[in-house]
T-cell receptor
Framework: GAVVSQHPSRVICKSGTSVKIECRSLDFQATTMFWYRQFPKKSLMLMATSNEGSKATYEQGVEKDKFLINHASLTLSTLTVTSAHPEDSSFYIC???????????FGPGTRLTVT | AQSVTQLDSHVSVSEGTPVLLRCNYSSSYSPSLFWYVQHPNKGLQLLLKYTSAATLVKGINGFEAEFKKSETSFHLTKPSAHMSDAAEYFCALNQAGTALIFGKGTTLSVSS
């Protein structure tokens, strides 16, 4: 398998502030990274896909100006929630995959609470 | 379009009895199929995966699943439930290099 870390694991912020979540691959270079969002007791919904060297592709209904994704390198992706509101409170999970493979490696997730 | 349907939102079993979590899929292509487990406030852990090799797939913690193309199913089973199996289970599919499409999840409760 592969090791994926997310930081922070838990964050509480005030409404109107921005929060950055990091997703790191610790032992392989990820050409593709995915960001998912999970509401309480719900399934995971894909927010966006990013490939190294290109801009992220956002799913329908996801505001790209609100959820900024930067595939900074082959081992780092960041998700910035800008001007956060209480409805943005959720569990955010990243996953990484190698080019042309099926399996994805998930980070442990970040619990965001906006007060 | 691809989709995953988990037929039961909640399954309750007694410790030591068999577990069956049902998953049906729809795909225009030959997909890869996965089962993940998620414990409260934790990330996802891969239980097993099917990627066009053997149709009966064995995973971790005694779980296994059988890919049945004729029934478009990929049900997860375990012969004997353990208390530690209580969690949320997700069935998912994808094609190489694409994002996973998840089912809505099945909550497994195990009573003593």
């Amino acid at each position: 398998g592969a090791v994926v870390s997310q930081h922070p694991s838990r964050v509480i912020c005030k409404s109107g502030t921005s929060v950055k979540i990091e997703c790191r691959s610790l032992d392989f270079q990820a050409t593709t990274m995915f960001w998912y969002r999970q509401f309480p007791k719900k399934s995971l919904m894909l927010m966006a896909t990013s490939n190294e060297g290109s801009k992220a592709t956002y799913e329908q209904g996801v505001e790209k100006d609100k959820f900024l994704i930067n595939h900074a390198s082959l081992t780092l992706s960041t998700l910035t929630v800008t001007s956060a509101h209480p409805e943005d409170s959720s569990f955010y999970i990243c996953s990484l995959s190698r080019s042309g493979t099926y399996e994805q490696y998930f980070g442990p997730g970040t619990r965001l609470t906006v007060t | 379009a691809q989709s995953v349907t988990q037929l039961d939102s909640h399954v309750s079993v007694s410790e030591g009895t068999p577990v069956l979590l049902r998953c049906n899929y729809s795909s225009s292509y030959s997909p890869s199929l996965f089962w993940y487990v998620q414990h409260p406030n934790k990330g996802l852990q891969l239980l097993l995966k099917y990627t066009s090799a053997a149709t009966l797939v064995k995973g971790i913690n005694g779980f296994e699943a059988e890919f049945k193309k004729s029934e478009t199913s990929f049900h997860l089973t375990k012969p004997s439930a353990h208390m530690s199996d209580a969690a949320e289970y997700f069935c998912a599919l994808n094609q190489a290099g694409t994002a996973l499409i998840f089912g809505k999840g099945t909550t497994l409760s195990v009573s003593s």
